[in-house]
Structure formats: C-alpha cells, structure tokens
T-cell receptor, first 112, second 114 residues
Framework: QQQVKQSPQSLIVQKGGISIINCAYE??????FPWYQQFPGKGPALLIA?????SEKKEGRFTISFNKSAKQFSLHIMDSQPGDSATYFC???????????FGTGTRLQVFP | NAGVTQTPKFQVLKTGQSMTLQCAQD?????MSWYRQDPGMGLRLIHY???????DQGEVPNGYNVSRSTTEDFPLRLLSAAPSQTSVYFC?????????????FGDGTRLSIL
C-alpha cells in the first residue's frame, strides 16, 4: 500500500514560472518530510526537508509548504529554470524507524 | 572523497542466475540502504543496515540477501534472478538515521533480467 501519494506525474513549466508538486500521506506518525531531486543517470539528492512543527520552509527558490491537518505537503519552485528539469520525489519517515517511504515521483520539464 | 560507489553500472542476467551488486562508501556512515526504482513506483526500500553486523528488511526484501561485515561495504545479492527484478538499484548511506541526516545515493546499477 502506497503511503505517500504524489502528483502530478509530470509537469511542464515555462522558464520563470512556478512549479508546484503535491504529496499526501496517510500515517500521522510521520515526522520527517524530505524532497529529493534526481537528474537522469544519477541517484537522488536531498533538496530540502521539513518537520511537522513548522508550516513552511524556504531555501533559495525552493519552498516546502506543510499542512498537518490535511496531511499534505508541497514543493514550490519559484522562478523555475531549465536546470531545474529533473524528477522530484517526496518522502516521509517516522522517528522510530530507519525507513524512508518515497512518493512515485514527478518529472519536471522547464522550457526556455 | 568518492561518496557512494556502486558497481557494476549496468548488468544483464539470465533468469536463474545469481549475482552481487556492490556498494561502498568512504564517509564512515553507519546507515546504509538498498532501494529499487521502477517506473511509476518511486523508490522502494529492499534492505537496510544501521551498522556493521546489523541488517533488516525493507518493503520488498523477497529474492534479495544482504550482509554488512564492514562499515564501508553493503553488498546486495540476488539469489536466483527473475524478470520481475529488472530495475535500477540504488545504494544510499547516511551518518545517522534518515530523519537526522541526509541520505547520500550512488548513481545506481541498471539491471536487466532476460
């Protein structure tokens, strides 16, 4: 059973636009929500992460918004650039395990 | 500093063959994991280890074995390869638990089972 649902599956954005990727989770025990970025032929790399005690975290052009009551979190990429074209994965884990549960991924394409 | 190194990068096997996917890290990380990545499925945890001599199962452990005799190495063994094991396999390591430290991934092994 997929515990982290990610949408959309693919996303096309024009350069300078805002990219938004959404994730929803079921297990309220999750307490760590990272986003990973993966370029073709490479392994995923941690982009940004959030814990449920804050509603938003920003690092440069990347922002995570977290809605605990709705059990949803999203990644916003401001001023999207062609170099942001990659696959993005949300994930979740809880503190008493060492297991990271990934979403199914979103392929982002940013056109000039 | 090489990070996480996976070998081989590509492999084709016949059904029933066995093989070992190698993973080595030079960051003195205690935590290591194996994932498989399939289209539309994201990454799924196969096995993980919290230190030398300690391993545990993830979401999809069937058909795979692991061992952790040293901190640096965490090989994944396919006992009798099946077409359903065609996938891209990623090894990852972290200094601490997944919620406390980022996981560092290798560049993957692309495995095809005929």
């Amino acid at each position: 059973q997929q515990q982290v649902k990610q949408s959309p599956q693919s996303l096309i954005v024009q350069k300078g636009g805002i990219s938004i990727i959404n994730c929803a989770y079921e297990n309220t025990a999750f307490d760590y929500f990272p986003w990973y970025q993966q370029f073709p032929g490479k392994g995923p790399a941690l982009l940004i992460a959030i814990r449920p005690d804050v509603s938003e975290k920003k690092e440069g052009r990347f922002t995570i918004s977290f809605n605990k009551s709705a059990k949803q979190f999203s990644l916003h990429i401001m001023d999207s650039q062609p170099g942001d074209s990659a696959t993005y994965f949300c994930a979740a884990s809880f503190d008493n395990t060492d297991k990271l549960i990934f979403g199914t991924g979103t392929r982002l394409q940013v056109f000039p | 500093n090489a990070g996480v190194t996976q070998t081989p990068k590509f492999q084709v096997l016949k059904t029933g063959q066995s093989m070992t996917l190698q993973c080595a890290q030079d960051m003195n990380h205690e935590y290591m994991s194996w994932y498989r990545q399939d289209p539309g499925m994201g990454l799924r945890l196969i096995h993980y280890s919290v230190g030398a001599g300690i391993t545990d199962q993830g979401e999809v452990p069937n058909g795979y074995n692991v061992s952790r005799s040293t901190t640096e190495d965490f090989p994944l063994r396919l006992l009798s390869a099946a077409p359903s094991q065609t996938s891209v396999y990623f090894c990852a390591s972290s200094l601490d638990r997944v919620g406390n430290q980022p996981q560092h991934f290798g560049d993957g092994t692309r495995l095809s089972i005929l």
